[in-house]
C-alpha cells in the first residue's frame, strides 16, 4: 500500500511538471495573487536590502520591483523543494541498493534537464541549466535529510526495542 501511495506521489509530480512547464509566463503569473494577497508589501524595507545573483544579473526588490521579486523568489524555491520532494519519493520506490541515493539523484537530474528542456519548446518561456543546478541543490539536500531522518528512526527503533 505504502509504494502504491508514493508510486501516486510520482505520478503527480511528473504530470504537475509537465502541465507547468507547458504554460506560458503569463499564465503562471503569481503577480495578481501576490498583489491581492500582500496588499501592504510586508517586509519590503527588510528585502530591499536582499540581493539574489541569478544568471549573471542581480535579482532585487529595485531591479524588479516587490511583488515580481517575491514571485522570483517563490518559483525558485519552488524548483528546489519539488525536486527535493521529488528525488526523495524516487528514492523510497527504488528497491534497496548500493547505489540508491545516487540513482535517485541521477532519475532526478533527468526530469530536472527533461522539465527544462520541455519549458525552452513554450512560447515566452526559457529553459536555463541554473534551474536544473537549483533543482539538483534541492534534490541533494532534501534526500540527504531523509536518509537522516530514515538512520534516526530506525537507530531509534532498535535502540528502544532492546
Request: charged content about 15%; proline content about 3%.
Amino acid at each position: 500500500m505504502k509504494n502504491l501511495l508514493l508510486f501516486c506521489l510520482f505520478l503527480c509530480f511528473v504530470v504537475g511538471l509537465f502541465i507547468s512547464s507547458a504554460q506560458t509566463y503569463e499564465q503562471q503569473s503569481l503577480i495578481p495573487t501576490l498583489q491581492q494577497w500582500l496588499p501592504g508589501k510586508p517586509f519590503e524595507a527588510w528585502l530591499a536590502h536582499l540581493e539574489i545573483p541569478y544568471w549573471g544579473r542581480m535579482i532585487s526588490i529595485e531591479e524588479r520591483g516587490y511583488y515580481h521579486f517575491i514571485e522570483f523568489l517563490l518559483r525558485k524555491s519552488a524548483h528546489f523543494f519539488v525536486f527535493g520532494a521529488l528525488a526523495c519519493v524516487i528514492y523510497l520506490l527504488l528497491p534497496k541498493h548500493s547505489f540508491r541515493k545516487l540513482t535517485a539523484l541521477f532519475v532526478t537530474f533527468l526530469f530536472a534537464a527533461a522539465d527544462e528542456y520541455h519549458q525552452s519548446l513554450t512560447g515566452g518561456r526559457t529553459a536555463t541549466y541554473h534551474d536544473v543546478i537549483l533543482d539538483m541543490s534541492g534534490a541533494v539536500i532534501c534526500l540527504l535529510f531523509l536518509v537522516i531522518i530514515m538512520r534516526f528512526t530506525v537507530h531509534k527503533k532498535r535502540s528502544s526495542s532492546i
